[in-house]
Nanobody, 125 residues
Framework: VQLVESGGGLVQAGGSLRLSCAAS????????MGWFRQAPGKEREFVAA??????????DYADSVKGRFTISRDNAKNTVYLQMNSLKPEDTGVYYC?????????????????WGQGTQVTVSS
């Protein structure tokens, strides 16, 4: 089982990036998925999550990204996306994709069972 993130990079403030999380080894279509990030010297924090499609694909966002970021999933591709718009320097960090055994979504990392290796996002001012 593997989660592989991609799409990170360097972008100026106000710019956009789209992160992808491709799952392999098994399907995660029935699982809740989440995105977390970790800035240097800080703890890993919740960014966004989405429930399994049968649960309506309900989404949840951290207040700091609400209205700017959008999480979505493409079950045919076994992939989850994070569209990030109006990026700010404080969005800088390593972004991790995670999958839960449950179909629901969670804000706490402890409820996620599989993690990707992370992709670096750097927003310059």
């Amino acid at each position: 089982v593997q989660l592989v993130e991609s799409g990170g990079g360097l972008v100026q403030a106000g710019g956009s990036l789209r992160l992808s999380c491709a799952a392999s080894g098994r399907t995660f279509n029935n699982n809740g998925m989440g995105w977390f990030r970790q800035a240097p010297g800080k703890e890993r924090e919740f960014v966004a999550a989405i429930s399994w499609s049968g649960g309506g694909g309900t989404t949840d966002y951290a207040d700091s990204v609400k209205g700017r970021f959008t999480i979505s999933r493409d079950n045919a591709k076994n992939t989850v996306y994070l569209q990030m718009n109006s990026l700010k320097p404080e969005d800088t960090g390593v972004y991790y994709c995670a999958a839960s055994h449950s179909g629901s979504f969670y804000r706490h990392a402890v409820f996620y069972n599989y993690w990707g290796q992370g992709t670096q996002v750097t927003v310059s001012s």
